[in-house]
């Protein structure tokens, strides 16, 4: 602060700089990390990036019935909804402070829940 108790606002932009920064290198981060959910005993296996896009999905063949495809379906979405609460427990980790900082409860960032 000034004398007088008036905030420094050139100091008060570069903090909100290096908190935008800081924000930007988190999303580019979450974007590179992957994380794998899994269902039935992770005869399927549902791998998503940080921010949610599914990349890879690994089917047992064991999972495979020709005459019960609604059960692998089933575990299908099941995969992919266990990866997708990974990746979000990891965004309110690593982007939840940076995002308070910069403006309170919600990110303000497109498809993130938070």
Request: negative net charge.
């Amino acid at each position: 602060m000034i004398p007088g108790g008036q905030p420094n606002m050139q100091q008060i932009l570069q903090q909100a700089q290096q908190m935008q920064q800081d924000l930007v290198k988190a999303q580019q981060e979450l974007a590179e990390t992957k994380v794998t959910g899994s269902a039935g005993g992770e005869l399927v296996k549902a791998t998503v990036t940080g921010g949610g896009d599914l990349v890879g999905l690994v089917i047992d063949p064991a999972a495979v019935d020709p005459e019960d495809t609604e059960t692998l379906a089933d575990l299908v979405l099941a995969a992919v909804r266990d990866a997708n609460a990974h990746a979000q427990k990891l965004q309110q980790e690593r982007l939840g402070p940076l995002t308070q900082a910069l403006g309170g409860g919600g990110s303000g960032i497109p498809g993130l829940p938070f």
